[in-house]
């Protein structure tokens, strides 16, 4: 499968190429605005594999949550991409992105939170999968860090026996083996995210950002399900409508 990934939601504007087991890829933070880079990103990992559009199966689009104009750039390159070779698009959130790094580094499960600002994170709950490469475990949301919670089942409640027969303290809890491993800025944004009963977090793990490579390893698995899209029908995901605090939510008089 030879898919061109596309993602410039983030702070992170990044291009891959994967065909077959290689993956090629781009990636900028700072500097140069994504409108500016990307398409030079795309020209180089063409280049280097010595391949043009039409040689592709498809091409995977970062559809957010991430900031607004960045999720409407991925897209709508993408679709230009995609509309002029003829191709196929997979749609991928930057959540599943983002747990797929964890999951390639032996994690069974991920808790994905990126910084949404404005006091608040994008996150979502997935479980590693052999046929999908991951699921869903919960709805991708928004809202303040203190909104952020595990599936029910990841946590024993208060006064629950443990396998070893010992009891929680009131007032406490504890995690179920293989709990979810934290991924993103989310949690270098929030620090008490770290906290959650349940979750694991390795340092690095606090600053990843989403990469264009696992969009294009998630991406050629739904395109081999055949699960691909119609430029025309990819659209951007927006958790929420708001861009901004008011004057009076800055507390600005």
């Known amino acids: 499968m030879r898919v061109l990934a ?10 891959a190429l994967l065909n077959g087991d290689e993956v090629i890829g781009r990636f900028a933070e700072g500097g140069r605005s994504h409108a500016q880079q990307v398409l030079s990103m ?27 104009t ?19 698009v997979a749609a991928v959130t930057t959540l ?3 747990a797929l790094q964890a999951m390639r580094s032996g994690a069974a499960r991920a808790l994905a939170c990126l910084d949404a600002r404005m006091g608040e994170v994008y996150w979502g709950c997935f479980a590693a999968d052999s046929h999908r490469g991951l699921i869903a475990s919960s709805a991708a949301r928004v809202g303040p860090p203190a ?23 009131q007032g406490r809890a504890r995690p179920l083996p293989g709990g979810y ?5 989310g949690f270098a944004a929030y620090p008490m995210l770290a906290a959650l009963p349940g979750v ?17 390893r998630l991406g050629a698995i739904r395109l081999g399900l055949g699960e691909g899209l119609d430029p025309a029908d990819l659209s951007p ?9 008011t004057e009076v939510e800055r507390g600005i008089k």
């Open 70 to 88: 960045g999720v409407r750039i991925s897209v709508a390159v993408v679709q230009g991409l995609a509309f002029g070779a003829g191709l196929r």
């Open 96 to 98: 599943e992105a983002l």
């Open 6 to 15: 596309v993602d410039t939601a983030t702070e992170m504007c990044s291009v």
């Open 147 to 169: 909104t952020v919670v595990l599936p029910e089942s990841t946590v024993l409640p208060e006064g629950m026996a443990l396998p070893s027969n010992r009891v929680l303290p």
């Open 237 to 245: 995901l927006y958790l929420r409508d708001k861009v901004a605090l």
């Open 42 to 68: 795309v020209e180089a990992v063409l280049a280097e594999a010595q391949m043009s559009l039409s040689m592709l199966d498809g091409v995977a689009a970062s559809i957010g949550p991430g900031a607004f």
């Open 200 to 216: 694991e977090l390795e340092s690095k793990d606090g600053q990843a950002l989403p990469d264009a490579r696992e969009f294009a």
């Open 181 to 185: 491993r934290g991924i993103g800025r």
